[in-house]
């Protein structure tokens, strides 16, 4: 809707906006790789509730977080969540679940706000800046902090 | 111009890697006390060959430890010097820092002279060479030998046989048994420097098939001679066969070839470095008219017989009008050299020659191909395998006949598949023996450092396993063996004392087993102290002070992260990075390690791995609604259950009585998470699994629905280690299926079959 003519700013940043239990959010767009339908996922053991599974992409192994259940939100019934980002972070390469993905926003990075510092919340810590897109508030996500942690599974 | 050169030059870097490991193969044969005069000779050849290579690229470093090296296998072979256990030790040491050197030559690094120097010079005290005259003499032995080849050229020809071919011939039969022979007046007579007079020399070559075979183009080097001055070059034919005869393998032509230049010998030599030994070759300085004079003229220094290479007798035959002045000529330079103390280096040319002669360099039926093509064909291949599995699969849904053309079709398609996949690995698939001598080095040097006497023994080194499992194994290995000599043997004198060999052996064994490869590390040292462990780790707060241990908890205490026994911090190991990081790596090959340990007797690492990292054979079965692939080699056999069969054992345990044996009940369901222990097992479907320990485990599952080969998929790098998964793979329907790791969760299996209130139960 906006995204046209905000293009041509230079220093503005585009991101895709999507929403997850009822709220929004967006991710730099760079960081997106494809946006898929949902697959059934092959769910892992002893894994945690927000990692779905795994799904096949073409060939390669891909671990779904289920978005709303990471973040503590609300989940709603598994037919809204129908849509899949695939991120990349550089080595590793995620799904997030989300319900819908709505735009792809380009934001001034003036208009960019820091989240107000609310430790009750748990989203709070995934969330590394705000910024408001026609009246509604749209948080960018923390994409590091919302992969799962790797490293050595406990044995 | 210098790509080609680059390309040469890693060529080169690649046959040093061969060469030292045929280096350390023959210095452990001798080691292992074979005095064979053959061993010696591969020792030598390997030597020698690197020192060639590296003379060619300008690596003065390698070309001069080489030699040095070299002059003191000579002596060896020569049968002037036999080794002891000692002497072997220091030619080990010699390998390893050629092998720095190479290394550091290949990268352009430096290697430390304080490192050489030492070695060279117990190299050189050990054999009884004088180092003064082997750093004197740069061993150029052309330019020797041409000072003698004017004395072919003096132009009052009655005068040579008095001058120079006699007495060198005595100097030739003399200074063999005796180095310090005096120099023979004549030579000395002789103007060193008379070059002027020299118009040019004559040329004969000869390629053997192995020059071809290397990829050598005679027209090269003949453009290459040209180069240095004019040239006539006439080819001999005679030995040309019919055409119906003619293998397109051989060489038939010889060639004969005149040059007048002014350059000195050597530059004609150099000419023919790279195919040094491939040929028969001579270079004869020209004489005023033409050589067939002077070949006559030789002919009474013939009598060189020892010297004289069987190889040039090949070419009596073909070219008899020149077969003395072949015989000359091989004689000619090791008399020059001899007189000069440059033994070494007489031999040394001998021994190309006589190569050529003993072993016919038969050309390798080996291709060099880059690992990442290689890498791309597995892949394509694990495409494959997936999608024959789908191709399956539409045909299963299809409902066609069983035995419709399509189905037969797809029948021997998988048996392609199958047989591509199967080759393909067997590409990757390489002997450990690389893996092994590496390890050699490792077991010198920490032996050295902490001052025990440790022999290394390997065994199996020829079992195959896949070239990313050697590479990634080295680390792991490398610090095991390491512990093996650090921790795991005693000093000398405990050994003693405990009526042991003064001696320490570590083991190191590689065998197939059950479809993995096992690789031990075994000491014959004091054993765990299984006490000092506890202690140690109660101390260090990895277990609580009151913790009930079995012998083998205690021993795997030895892999938590932060664990180390050496009492004090020894430069070799002890740093307490150790065996945790060991276990890392080995379960990120999707391996497992075991220590078994006897007090006063020794310890054994025991590293299992999958065979290969990309595909496995499967059964595919269901449980809880999902689907799940077992590893075909870890199922021992299927069953139902019946209610004779089922035992509880505990309030919330079964067991399976199988033929009269008792074999825990695990259901794959419950212990994945997926699902609560089940009301009854009775009709159910078990797994019985077996582990490389001999351990048995029934796995409850709810139907199996295929046996087929998968690709691993693995998820470290995705998603991370999943307890009980070994890796993912793809099937038929495009469904991500998770491969089980039985002994991994068979491991830490809590074995609830029944539904009661959870307890806290010891993992063991």
């Not at chain 1, 991120?87 to 003036?110: C, F, Q, Y």
């Not at chain 2, 000619?332 to 072993?359: R, V, Y």
């Amino acid at each position: 809707m906006t995204d046209i003519e905000k293009q041509n700013d230079s220093t503005s940043i585009e991101l895709l906006s999507f929403r997850v239990g009822g709220q929004d959010y967006s991710v730099d767009i760079m960081s997106v790789r494809e946006i898929r339908g949902s697959a059934r996922a092959t769910s892992l053991p002893h894994a945690p509730s927000f990692v779905k599974g795994v799904i096949n992409l073409r060939g390669t192994v891909l671990p779904i977080i289920d978005l709303s259940a990471r973040l503590g939100l609300q989940t709603g019934e598994d037919t809204e969540r129908n849509v899949i980002i695939v991120v990349d972070l550089g080595e590793r390469t995620a799904g997030l679940m989300v319900d819908a993905v709505s735009d792809i926003l380009a934001i001034p990075s003036e208009e960019m706000q820091p989240p107000p510092d609310l430790t009750a919340d748990e989203a709070r810590t995934f969330v590394s800046a705000l910024t408001i897109v026609d009246g509604r508030m749209i948080r960018i996500l923390d994409l590091e902090a919302v992969m799962p942690p790797q490293g050595e599974e406990v044995a | 111009m210098s790509d080609p050169m680059a390309e040469i030059r890693a060529s080169f870097f690649i046959e040093c890697e061969e060469l030292l490991e045929s280096l350390q193969d023959g210095l452990q044969l001798m080691d292992d006390g074979d005095t064979d005069s053959e061993t010696i000779n591969i020792v030598f050849r390997a030597v020698h060959s690197i020192k060639g290579g590296a003379g060619a690229f300008g690596l003065d470093d390698l070309v001069h430890f080489a030699h040095r090296f070299e002059t003191a296998m000579d002596e060896v072979r020569a049968g002037r010097f036999s080794p002891d256990a000692e002497a072997i030790r220091l030619f080990f040491a010699c390998a390893d820092i050629l092998a720095d050197l190479v290394r550091a030559a290949r990268d352009g690094d430096q290697v430390d002279d304080g490192i050489t120097g030492p070695v060279l010079e117990n190299l050189d005290k050990l054999v009884g060479l004088e180092e003064e005259e082997e750093e004197d003499l740069d061993f150029t032995p052309a330019t020797l030998s041409l000072d003698f080849g004017d004395g072919g050229t003096l132009p009052d020809l009655p005068e040579l046989p008095d001058v120079s071919a006699l007495p060198s011939t005595d100097a030739a039969d003399d200074a063999l048994p005796a180095l310090d022979m005096p120099v023979p007046a004549p030579d000395t007579d002789i103007p060193p420097m008379a070059e002027p007079e020299c118009k040019g020399f004559s040329v004969k070559f000869k390629p053997e098939d192995a020059l071809y075979a290397s990829g050598n183009e005679p027209l090269y080097l003949f453009r290459a001679l040209r180069d240095l001055g004019d040239i006539s070059v006439i080819c001999h034919c005679e030995d040309l066969p019919q055409l119906d005869s003619l293998n397109p393998d051989t060489g038939h032509l010889s060639w004969d070839m005149t040059i007048h230049t002014e350059e000195p010998e050597q530059a004609v030599r150099e000419v023919f470095e790279f195919v040094d030994g491939l040929c028969l070759l001579e270079i004869n300085a020209l004489t005023g008219d033409q050589d067939g004079t002077s070949s006559s003229e030789h002919t009474p220094i013939s009598p060189a017989p020892e010297i004289s290479p069987p190889p040039q007798v090949e070419t009596a035959p073909s070219l008899p009008e020149n077969a003395a002045s072949t015989r000359v000529d091989a004689a000619k330079p090791s008399a020059t050299k001899d007189t000069t103390k440059k033994l070494g280096e007489a031999k040394d040319e001998q021994s190309t020659q006589a190569k050529a002669a003993a072993t016919p360099t038969q050309p390798r039926a080996t291709v060099r191909v880059d690992l990442e093509r290689i890498d791309r064909l597995v892949n394509l291949v694990g495409e494959l395998v997936i999608n024959q599995a789908m191709l399956s699969q539409s045909v299963a849904e299809a409902g066609l006949p069983p035995n419709s053309p399509v189905s037969t079709g797809l029948e021997e398609f998988l048996q392609l598949t199958r047989d591509i996949q199967e080759s393909v690995m067997m590409i990757r698939a390489q002997p450990i023996k690389s893996l092994f001598q590496r390890m050699g080095r490792i077991v010198r040097e920490a032996s050295a450092s902490v001052g025990k006497e440790v022999r290394l023994r390997t065994d199996g080194e020829n079992t195959e396993v896949d070239k990313t499992v050697i590479e990634r194994l080295a680390d792991p290995l490398t610090h095991m063996i390491r512990n093996a000599v650090d921790h795991g043997l005693e000093s000398t004198e405990k050994r003693l004392e405990a009526g042991k060999s003064r001696e320490g052996h570590v083991t190191l064994t590689a065998q197939h087993r059950s479809g993995r490869i096992v690789i031990e590390v075994t000491d014959d040292g004091g054993g765990i102290n299984r006490e000092r462990v506890k202690e140690k780790a109660i101390q260090k707060g990895l277990i609580p002070a009151d913790a009930q241990l079995s012998d083998s908890d205690i021993d795997n205490l030895l892999f938590l992260p932060g664990f180390s026994t050496a009492a004090e911090v020894s430069n070799l190991s002890g740093r307490g990075v150790g065996m945790d990081v060991v276990k890392s790596s080995i379960q990120a090959l999707g391996g497992r390690i075991n220590i078994t340990s006897q007090e006063g007797k020794g310890t054994t690492f025991s590293i299992s791995l999958p065979l290969t990292l990309a595909v496995l054979d499967g059964m595919v079965v269901r449980v809880a609604g999902e689907t799940l692939v077992v590893p075909l080699n870890a199922i021992l056999e299927t069953l139902t259950l019946t209610d004779e069969d089922l035992t509880a054992l505990g309030p919330e345990t079964h067991v399976v009585q199988i033929r009269g044996g008792f074999v825990p009940l695990l259901d794959l369901g419950a212990e994945l998470g997926y699902r609560t222990p089940q009301d009854s097992y009775v009709g159910g479907t078990v797994l019985l699994i077996g582990q490389e320990d001999g351990n048995r485990a029934a796995l409850a599952v709810d139907s199996i629905e295929d046996q087929r080969q998968v690709v691993i998929k693995g998820l470290e790098g995705s998603y991370g280690r999943v307890p009980g998964i070994a890796a993912a793979t793809i099937l038929g329907d495009g469904q991500i299926a998770l491969i089980l790791d039985p002994t991994d969760l068979v491991g830490q299996a809590t074995g609830r079959t029944r539904v009661r209130q959870p307890q806290q139960l010891l993992v063991g």
